[in-house]
């Protein structure tokens, strides 16, 4: 499975666009990249999933250049409630005989200030 | 619908004693995986259930096990408690083979204590 880095915290203010860049350096060719939210005490959420280019929703839009080898999830106009810790995830989402499996990593801890 | 239901949410536990988490998927989900996350880090991946067997396994012990049931909610038990195991044991459940995005759906966590 790849291995991802992530900055461990970012800081950023409300009304602001954040950039969360993931570097994946030896993706492979099946793998997808899915960016996860968490708050405390709870369990992850599912935020975006792509494969390349770029793919919006109305949550955030995930960003990947032509070589895969990074990823930047980015999140327009954050709120307080955006707190929270964003983890990248790098895997086939079909897994080996059909099974899948997401490693986490120690993810990035997003601050929101008024 | 209700999405992925754990019980219980909290317990506490001496060492040595036994655990069973249990877990209820998504509806229409088959695959269930367990995650463990201490405090201040990421979740890591303990073990995954498909069709009533542990499909794969992350670097946990033996004294990490698990059950998939007919209707596809599924237990964790861990005997031998230590004071290690104190974490956030969460459930994921995810669509069928065939139909899977990689989309994980987790449910709230059982938070596990030892004393």
């Known amino acids: 499975l790849a291995k991802t880095t992530q900055p461990i915290s970012m800081d950023s203010y409300e009304g602001q666009e954040v950039n969360i860049t993931c570097s994946h350096n030896?993706?492979?060719?099946?793998?997808?990249i899915t960016w996860y939210q968490q708050f405390p005490s709870q369990g992850p959420r599912f935020i975006i999933q792509g494969y390349k280019t770029k793919v919006t929703n109305e949550v955030a839009s995930l960003f990947i250049p032509a070589d895969r080898k990074s990823s930047t999830l980015s999140l327009p106009r954050v709120s307080l409630s955006d707190t929270a810790v964003y983890y990248c995830?790098?895997?086939?989402?079909?897994?080996?005989?059909?099974?899948?499996?997401?490693?986490f990593g120690a993810g990035t801890r997003l601050a929101v200030h008024p | 619908d209700a999405g992925v239901t754990q019980s219980p949410t909290h317990l506490i536990k001496t060492r040595g004693q036994q655990v069973t988490l249990r877990c209820s998927p998504k509806?229409?989900?088959?695959?269930v995986s367990w995650y463990q996350q201490a405090l201040g880090q990421g979740p890591q991946f303990i073990f995954q259930?498909?069709?009533?067997?542990?499909?794969q396994r992350g670097n946990f012990p033996d004294r990490f096990s698990g059950h998939q049931f007919p209707n596809y909610s599924s237990e964790l038990n861990v005997n031998a408690l230590l004071l290690g195991d104190s974490a956030l044991y969460l459930c994921?459940?995810?669509?069928?083979?065939?139909?899977?995005?990689?989309?994980?759906?987790f449910g709230e966590g059982s938070r596990l204590t030892v004393l």
């Open positions: 509806s229409g989900h088959d695959t």
């Open positions: 994921a459940s995810s669509l069928p083979t065939g139909v899977r995005t990689g989309e994980l759906f």
């Open positions: 995830l790098v895997g086939d989402p079909r897994g080996g005989g059909g099974y899948n499996k997401l490693i």
């Open positions: 259930y498909y069709e009533e067997e542990e499909r």
């Open positions: 030896n993706i492979a060719t099946n793998d997808y």
